[in-house]
Nanobody, 126 residues
């Protein structure tokens, strides 16, 4: 089992940047694909980005492609989400998730992930 703790959220003006971090417990972090999802009030949780075990493959939602970058540091048991050119519609609670399936191609569906963090709030003002 792995425990995930997100950090780095906050309030930022449109056009600004934030970097989210997700720290994982345990010694098996490198065996999990990792993903970021987000949920805005009144909306379903949606996929944002994902990265495979060693960082060789990444996938992004169309809405964030070119603005967000997911990366991981297996030595630090941490996955990151660099968010640039933020828009008000990016406002949401952001969750990281771990997928123990060891798939080479990261999963983009909520059901593909086994463990979830508690989330960190990102608010983008216009």
């Amino acid at each position: 089992q792995v425990q995930l703790v997100e950090s780095g959220g906050g309030l930022v003006q449109a056009g600004g940047s934030l970097r989210l971090s997700c720290a994982a417990s345990g010694r098996t972090f490198s065996t999990y694909a990792m993903g970021w999802f987000r949920q805005a009030p009144g909306k379903e949780r949606e996929f944002v980005a994902a990265i495979n075990l060693r960082g060789g493959a990444t996938v992004y939602a169309d809405s964030v492609k070119g603005r967000f970058t997911i990366s991981r540091d297996n030595a630090k048991n941490t996955v990151y989400l660099q968010m640039n050119s933020l828009k008000p519609e990016d406002t949401a609670t952001y969750y990281c998730a771990a997928d123990q399936s060891r798939a080479l191609v990261p999963d983009v569906t909520r059901g593909g992930y086994d463990y979830w963090g508690q989330g960190t709030q990102v608010t983008v003002s216009s």
